[in-house]
Each structure stands twice: as structure tokens, then as C-alpha cells.
């Protein structure tokens, strides 16, 4: 696939590992180490013809196991050399506070991730800033402010350290 824009699905499909064959882990192996291969590429790779690719693909992605095609930017190339990992702690945790709170995530800027989670923290966002001084300015200005936010704690990234991916370093857990 050549296309790296984001293609996100509408709805969360239920994923069963099992409708997974060998071809099309194959396909996500190779996705998941070059999402910028041609369908011809891709195609020769997995061992199947271009035709098949093609509607093996759209499978995968009707289905929700290809949730979008997208590039990975360094933020450090956009000025944005600081990342950190805030964990956030709600004092409530209706569902309205909880909505209200991932509203507001998704219009935070500088959030590459948010997760979340289950534990002490409720949330644990991942965000790159260009300076201590706006990652200061988005915990005080952005999080700390949100009416149900009880707590705030911040830890600086030193190394983003990838791992092997899905499927492409073995079989899926």
C-alpha cells in the first residue's frame, strides 16, 4: 500500500484471531514493517496475486484488523524534542466525567497517545512538547484545570524504544 493517510474505521469490530490465515498475518507482517508498499510489492512478498492482495486488504480493513495507514513522524524533526508521560487521576469516575475528560484529551495539543487505564491512574498520556516550559503550561493550563482531575503526575522520556510490532517479529499474544 502506497497510501499513508489515515483510513480509521467507523465502528470497533469484534476480532476473532482465528479468521486469520497465514496470508493475511503474512500481509500484516509486512505492513506492519513497510505500510508504504505497492499492492504489486506487497502482493510478491506475501506470495499471492495482486488481485488477491487487493481484496484480502480491503477484508482486513472492513474487518477493523487494519485500523489505518499513517506516518511516524519524530516529533524532534517538528521542534517538539521533549516527550513525557502524565498520569492522571480522576476524582470521579462517572461516565460523564469520564466522556467529558477524553473530549477534552482529544483536543489537548501536543497528545501523541492516551491511554486509558486501569490501576491507581486512570489516564496516562503520552505528549511532546518543545520546551519544559510548555510542558509546564499544558499540565497547569490544560490538565490540572479539568474539573474532575484529582491528580497529576509527570515523568520525562528519555528514549522511545519500539518494539517488534504485532505480528511482523512472530505470532500474535
Known amino acids: 500500500m502506497s497510501d499513508s493517510s489515515t483510513t480509521q474505521n467507523a465502528h470497533p469490530a469484534s476480532l476473532d484471531a482465528a479468521r486469520l490465515d497465514g496470508t493475511d498475518l503474512a500481509l500484516l507482517a509486512e505492513l506492519e514493517r513497510n505500510g508504504r508498499l505497492t499492492n504489486a510489492a506487497l502482493a510478491e512478498r506475501a506470495g499471492i496475486a495482486e488481485s488477491t492482495c487487493t481484496q484480502r486488504l480491503r477484508s482486513l480493513r472492513e474487518?477493523?484488523?487494519?485500523?489505518?495507514?499513517?506516518?511516524?513522524?519524530?516529533?524532534?524533526?517538528?521542534?517538539?524534542?521533549?516527550?513525557?508521560?502524565?498520569?492522571?487521576?480522576?476524582?470521579?469516575?462517572?461516565?460523564?466525567?469520564?466522556?467529558?475528560?477524553?473530549?477534552?484529551?482529544?483536543?489537548?495539543?501536543?497528545?501523541?497517545?492516551?491511554?486509558?487505564?486501569?490501576?491507581?491512574?486512570?489516564?496516562?498520556?503520552?505528549?511532546?512538547?518543545?520546551?519544559?516550559a510548555a510542558l509546564r503550561e499544558l499540565?497547569?493550563?490544560?490538565?490540572?484545570?479539568?474539573?474532575?482531575?484529582?491528580?497529576?503526575?509527570?515523568?520525562?522520556v528519555f528514549e522511545v524504544i519500539p518494539g517488534p510490532g504485532l505480528v511482523a517479529a512472530g505470532q500474535p499474544a
Open 63 to 132: 474487518r477493523g484488523v487494519i485500523r489505518a495507514f499513517r506516518a511516524d513522524i519524530d516529533p524532534a524533526a517538528l521542534g517538539l524534542s521533549l516527550q513525557a508521560l502524565i498520569t492522571v487521576r480522576l476524582g470521579t469516575h462517572g461516565r460523564e466525567q469520564v466522556h467529558g475528560f477524553e473530549r477534552g484529551v482529544r483536543t489537548l495539543p501536543n497528545v501523541l497517545t492516551a491511554f486509558h487505564v486501569a490501576g491507581a491512574d486512570d489516564y496516562l498520556l503520552h505528549v511532546a512538547v518543545p520546551t519544559a
Open 139 to 156: 499540565v497547569l493550563d490544560h490538565l490540572t484545570t479539568q474539573p474532575h482531575v484529582r491528580h497529576v503526575e509527570t515523568q520525562l
